[in-house]
C-alpha cells in the first residue's frame, strides 16, 4: 500500500524559509517522479514542483521558481520542498503526490502558513 506523509509546515513570517518533507513507502521510490501540489482556500490544486526518480530533472511553476527548490533522497525514500522568500500568496495546504501504477496517491497535506 502507497502511503506518503508530509511534515515540515507551519506558521512562517513573510521572508522567511521552510522545508517540507515527505516519506513515502509501499513502492519503488527511486522508480517514480514525485511532485509536490498546494491548494489554497477557494482555489484549486496546483502543481508546485516535480522531480524525476533519479533526480536529476526538475521543473517548477513559474509562481514559485527561483524561491522553492524540491529534492529527493532516494536512500531514505523521501521528497523535499525547500521554500524561501516566502510570500502571504504561498500560504496553502502543500501535498506530496506520487503516480504508481496509474493511480494517483496522495499525502494528507502539510499546512503553510505565511504572515507577520
Known amino acids: 500500500q502507497v502511503q506518503l506523509v508530509e511534515s515540515g509546515g507551519g506558521l512562517v513570517q513573510p521572508g522567511g524559509s521552510l522545508r517540507l518533507s515527505c516519506a513515502a513507502s509501499g513502492f519503488t521510490f527511486s522508480s517514480y517522479a514525485m511532485s509536490w501540489y498546494r491548494q489554497a482556500p477557494g482555489k484549486e490544486r496546483e502543481l508546485v514542483a516535480v522531480i524525476s526518480g533519479a533526480g536529476g530533472g526538475r521543473n517548477y511553476a513559474r509562481s514559485v521558481m527561483g524561491r522553492f527548490a524540491i529534492s529527493r533522497d532516494n536512500a531514505r525514500d523521501t521528497v523535499y520542498l525547500q521554500m524561501n522568500s516566502l510570500k502571504p500568496e504561498d500560504t496553502a495546504v502543500y501535498y506530496c503526490?506520487?503516480?504508481?501504477?496509474?493511480?494517483?496517491?496522495w499525502g494528507q497535506g502539510t499546512q503553510v502558513t505565511v504572515s507577520s
Open positions: 503526490k506520487a503516480v504508481v501504477s496509474g493511480k494517483s496517491w
